[in-house]
């Protein structure tokens, strides 16, 4: 009997509870899937594993692999893998890629984490098509090959010869280990086993950047069976993509050790903010702030004083900006989370606080506040506003005050003193105000009178917000 690989769920419950995966007969992702999940179970990394799933016929990598799992946007798993391998530097990442997914919409991502020889294994699936969406050309797409956007055959004078990645990977300095492999036949899945392992062998060893491309049948969309998809790789692909290891340095290179702890993770990124460590809090229940106007009314800002002083005052938090292509007048917001434990995700849908400085936001965000929770927004905006049930509404002259003592662009800084005075903020004043002293380390003129305003702005809460 065949067994399930160690490195698999037992039953795919994020699918529907079974045992069978979504491919068809004959597919090679099938095969890949088992040697990953076999190499990461036999080598003992699956609890530090964290699996970047594609976009393509592999985007269910997470309903399979019992490992972390991140969904990568198309063509992006590079980038993915690249930013996770960074904060986390005890994991082992993997990125999992088709050849649409690399070769194409995310070549220039895949190949500049490759020149910068980022830690993580780079799983490439060149099955010459664009599959999961039937069959259209991909980069990596045979000479003369029929596919649904070349009905008479890939002509390579008019749309470039296949692309070779491994080729043009191993030119390259930084990437450890090159090697591409074939999933056609058992001596050939032999081989594909051997780099698997090797190519995670480097990362749990922490050596650097490794990639394997497999040569992978899809029958479906090659309209042939299985049998003949499989010598269809041997016979012709491998003519094109001939099988080999492009290169190798992992003997040379050094073990780094890979039990880096989460404390150690601000020398690991370039050095001590001179922040406080965060201190578990179990009884601290999160707190979700949305922050919203236009660009440059400092909405960006107003967050960013809130989330550094609560770090400063010992919880976990994050800060998570979000704006359009515009750099002024355009839709701006950002999410504060602070609590008492980590944060699990730095996207506030629903916040508990809602602070708008124009109307467009404030119609947008009024109906997310969750019952109980607040929201203060700028006087002037022009609007009705319908308080959801449940939910306190707070008209704020920000501007004005601001205004008043001559600084109009001080009105973030007012709605600060009035979420302070309601007691929204749940952070000491002392560090909420060295923060936003510190906000104006490059322009220290600016301290005072924002100090100005925000003491104003607290007295004007005090004598009419009720709490
Ligand atoms: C940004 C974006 N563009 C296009 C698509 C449509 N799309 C989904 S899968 C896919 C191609 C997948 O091909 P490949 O990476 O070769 O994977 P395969 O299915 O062959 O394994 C495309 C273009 C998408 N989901 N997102
Ligand atoms: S369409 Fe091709 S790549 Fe996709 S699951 Fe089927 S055989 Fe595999
Ligand atoms: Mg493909």
């Known amino acids: ?112 984490a490759a020149n910068r020889g980022e830690k993580f294994a780079c799983f490439f699936v060149n099955n010459t098509i664009f599959a999961m969406t039937g069959g259209q050309m991909a980069p990596t797409t045979m000479p003369g090959q029929k596919t649904t956007t070349t009905p008479y055959g890939r002509d390579v004078a008019k749309t470039g010869a296949p692309l070779r990645v491994c080729e043009v990977f191993a030119q390259l300095d930084a990437p450890v280990y090159v090697e591409r492999v074939s999933v056609a036949d058992t001596k050939r899945i032999m081989q594909a086993r051997k780099a698997v392992r090797k190519a995670l062998e480097i990362q749990r060893d922490g050596k650097g950047y490794a990639f394997v491309e497999f040569l992978s049948p899809c029958p479906t969309n090659w309209r042939m069976d299985a049998l003949k998809a499989a010598d269809y790789v041997t016979q012709e692909m491998e003519k094109v993509f001939p099988l080999g290891c492009f290169k190798d340095r992992s003997a040379e290179e050094p073990i780094r050790p890979q039990d880096i702890e989460l404390a150690d993770l601000r020398t690991v990124l370039g050095g001590s903010d001179g922040g406080v460590e965060p201190q578990p809090d179990p009884a601290f229940r999160e707190k979700r702030f949305k922050f919203s106007g236009f660009g440059g009314q400092g909405v960006l800002s107003l967050g960013l004083v809130i989330a550094e002083a609560a770090g400063r005052a010992g919880r976990y938090v994050s800060w998570f900006p979000s704006y359009g292509p515009e750099q002024r007048g355009g839709a701006a917001s950002c999410s504060v989370v602070m609590g008492g434990q980590e944060i699990g995700s730095p996207a506030v849908e629903t916040p508990d606080v809602l602070v708008c400085m124009n109307q467009p ?106 709490r």
Not at 94 to 103: E, F, N, P, R, S
């Open 361 to 466: 936001s404030l119609e947008r965000f009024l109906t997310t506040v969750v019952p109980g929770g607040t929201v203060l927004y700028e006087a002037s905006i022009p609007a009705e506003v319908k308080p959801p049930q449940g939910v306190t509404v707070h008209s704020f002259p920000a501007m004005r005050i601001a205004a008043e003592l001559g600084v109009p662009k001080a009105a973030n800084t007012a709605l600060l003193g009035a979420l302070m005075e309601l007691g929204l903020v749940e952070i000491p004043e002392e560090h909420v105000l060295s923060s936003l002293d510190e906000s104006f380390s490059a322009r220290p003129k600016l301290v005072e009178v924002n100090r100005k305003v925000y003491a104003a702005a607290r007295a004007w809460a005090r004598e009419n917000l009720k």
């Open 1 to 112: 009997m065949i067994k399930r690989s160690r490195g698999f769920y037992e039953t795919f419950d994020r699918k529907d509870g079974s045992r069978t995966t979504t491919f068809c007969a004959g597919c090679g992702h099938g095969i890949i899937h088992k040697l990953i999940a076999e190499a990461m179970a036999d080598l003992g990394i699956q609890d530090r594993t964290v699996f970047v799933s594609p976009v393509g016929c592999a985007a269910f990598c997470y309903y399979y692999f019992d490992c972390g799992n991140v969904a990568g946007p198309h063509g992006r798993a590079s980038a993915v893998a690249t930013g996770l391998s960074r904060v986390l530097p005890g994991k082992v990442i993997i990125a999992y890629q088709g050849d649409g997914d690399l070769g194409a919409i995310g070549f220039n991502n895949a190949f500049q």
